[in-house]
């Protein structure tokens, strides 16, 4: 079974970076080498959203709301993704998890996420 454990948010003003990860676990490399990852964010009283992913070539999608301020990127030899986000505005206040994009398959079993709040 695939856990996976995000790291990385916390609370920071606005205009400040910081950098997410999300380590894979039960899984071997070559198997997540293949998978589409994606990071997801969750804010208080809305939906979870996608908000960026990266495929198995590294080609990499953002939600118009992070384009360029955010990057996503892998490392399959650590079964490791990232997320740079700079330029933090309030409104990027969330949970932020990482899975594997529903176009590869069914999400896996969700991680605890890592907090993000950004503060005016």
Sequence with gaps: QVQLVESGGALVEAGASLTLSCAA?????????????????????KERELVANISIGGNTNY??????????????????????????????TATYY????????????????TQVTVSS
């Design 25 to 45: 676990s039960g899984i071997v490399e070559i198997v997540f080498s293949v998978q589409t990852m994606g990071w997801f964010r969750q804010a208080p009283g």
């Design 63 to 92: 939600a118009d709301s992070v384009k360029g301020r955010f990057t996503i990127s892998r490392d399959n030899a650590k079964k490791a993704v990232h997320l740079q986000m700079n330029s933090l505005k309030p409104e990027d």
């Design 98 to 113: 990482c899975n594997r994009h529903p176009r590869t398959g069914e999400h896996w079993d969700w991680g605890q996420g």
